[in-house]
């Protein structure tokens, strides 16, 4: 292969990654514009864990800007976009690397976007249901019988879709790891080795997110490792499949 050929290669590469990125920037505004049909609804139900909060520690959210509701509404419809995109996101990742793929490895493709969409829904509901309520519970309490907690609801909203998408995000550990198997950056003996490293690092992570209580932690901390775990199962099987191919 001549320098001019590689040089091609390399800018093909190149142009394939930016309609790559097109296409999930096009995906992300379009489930946005589609968010924004449903936006009073998605407030009600982002507005709803504050009917858990005790009675003892009530909050009041206030509008401290003009523009405030506004930027609100567009803010939850691009979360909202992000949310509807996952499939594509993770089908657009996938085709980038599957060139380099063995063709059973190509099969793959259905169920990665089915299980990193159901996976990312598991993280929002585990958020949403669990982590949240708990969060807003500890911080109105902080507050005492002297100070009201009349909070800004953008940083409400901000705490909140920050919690959400955090979750989510996290919850993609077992694809995380199955495309960095694929590509071959990460393999299951990296993973065991370092598995009390992580475990450590998944507990500081938790504290920060969490409100600063052992139980809090252990409740953020505890589908976390279990998520490491199956990541583990996950790159062990990619690496035994490409192992098998390699032999063949």
């Known amino acids: 292969m001549t320098s001019s050929e590689r040089t091609m290669s390399f800018i093909e590469h190149l142009e394939e990654l930016r309609w790559r990125i097109i296409k999930i920037v096009t995906s992300v505004l379009l489930g946005g514009i589609v968010t924004f049909f449903f936006i009073d609804f998605f407030l009600y139900l982002l507005l709803l864990p504050l009917e858990n909060i005790d009675s003892n520690n009530p909050v009041n959210l206030q509008v401290l800007s003009v523009q405030g509701m506004f930027l609100i509404k567009w803010t939850i419809a691009l979360v909202g976009g992000i949310i509807l995109s996952v499939p594509v996101i ?11 793929l063995y063709a059973n490895e190509k099969g793959f493709v259905l169920p990665l976007v089915l299980f990193s969409f159901s996976s990312f ?11 949240i309520p708990y969060c807003l519970n500890f911080f109105a309490s902080l507050s005492g019988d002297t100070v009201l ?3 800004s609801i953008n940083h409400y909203f901000s705490f909140i879709t920050w919690l959400l998408l955090g979750s989510g995000i996290v919850f993609q550990l077992p694809v995380i790891s199955f495309l960095l198997s694929i590509i071959g950056v990460l393999t299951p003996a990296f993973m065991r080795h370092y598995r009390r490293h992580s475990i450590v690092a998944i ?9 600063p209580d052992p139980v809090s932690m252990i409740v953020m901390a505890f589908p976390l490792i279990v998520l490491y775990e199956i ?12 192992d098998f191919n390699s032999s063949n």
């Open 121 to 131: 829904i598991a993280g929002i509901l585990f958020s949403y249901i669990i982590l």
């Open 231 to 242: 990541s583990i199962g996950v790159s062990w099987f990619v690496n035994r499949n490409k």
């Open 203 to 211: 507990f500081i992570l938790s504290s920060f997110i969490t409100p």
């Open 149 to 151: 907690n009349n909070f």
């Open 90 to 100: 993770t089908y657009q990742l996938w085709k980038f690397v599957s060139p380099g």
